[in-house]
Structure formats: C-alpha cells, structure tokens
C-alpha cells in the first residue's frame, strides 16, 4: 500500500515538474514575441515623428498633423491651456506659424519611449526649431495609440 502511494505521489510530482516546465517555456516565448512587438512599435512611432519633421521643414503643417488623431478628442495641452480637437489644434499651428519664418526647422530628441499597456506608448523628449524669427525649443510628453492599424498621437503636452 505505501509502495503504491509513493508511486502515485511520484507520478503527480513529474507532472507538475513536467507542467511547470511548459510554463516556463511558454512564458519565455510569450516575453520575445512580446519583445519584438516593442521594438517594432517603437521603430514605428520614430517613423511617425520622422515624417513630422519632414513635413514641418516643408512648412506643411496640415502634413505634420497626420502624426495626429483625426478626431475631436485628441487632446493638446501647451502654453495657451488645453486645446481639444484635431482642427482647433491644426488651427493653433496655423495661427501660431503662419509662415516658414515663424516654423522654421525643426527637430525632435526622443528621450524615451515605454510602453503604457496594450497598444499605448508615451513618448518623452525635446523639441528644437531653428527659426529666421528667433530659435525656440521645449519638451514635450505625446501619448501614442495605434488606432486601425497606424500610429497616432491622441494626446500632446508640450511647453
């Protein structure tokens, strides 16, 4: 009787060794695959804010807000308080850098970018713009989501 209970508590405990060790395997794969989703949404992201730049150097700023949610709850906060919208922020650059002169060139520093959940990043860094009008630079925190399938910025605080 106790031989056999030894062989069935011995047969119990290499199943749970067995079964702890998919676990592990499993969660090691899920943290790569994880890893990798990282690594590619960052790269995304810096793709994004590339090609803001580029369109701000050419002065196209409806160009530039394409890194932007196209909808009325994105959200902009800056010098002038909080502005809600994708066209009342599209109309604060406009207003703010009628001209090349005023927008001048400008370059972004991405001091960091981590993962908030899911498909949510914050992006933190400077922002520098060499100007006819006098340089101006800042920092900003921008919150990235991807939204079918594109990143985009749904939030922005920059001073």
Known sequence: MKLKFAYY??????????????????????????????????????????????????????????GYWNDKNLKFYGSSGLTKGWNNTLDNYTKGYPTKAESGTLHFVVNDISKIENDNYWVMGEYHLKREVGDANGIFMIIFKKIDGQWKIVADMSC
């Open 9 to 66: 508590l011995l047969v119990i405990l290499l199943m749970s060794c067995q079964s702890e060790t998919k676990d592990v395997h499993a969660i090691t794969a899920t943290e790569v695959i994880s890893e990798e989703s990282v690594e590619d949404a960052m790269a995304a992201i810096k793709e994004v804010m590339s090609a803001q730049e580029i369109a701000w150097n050419n002065h196209n700023l409806e160009g530039f807000m394409k």
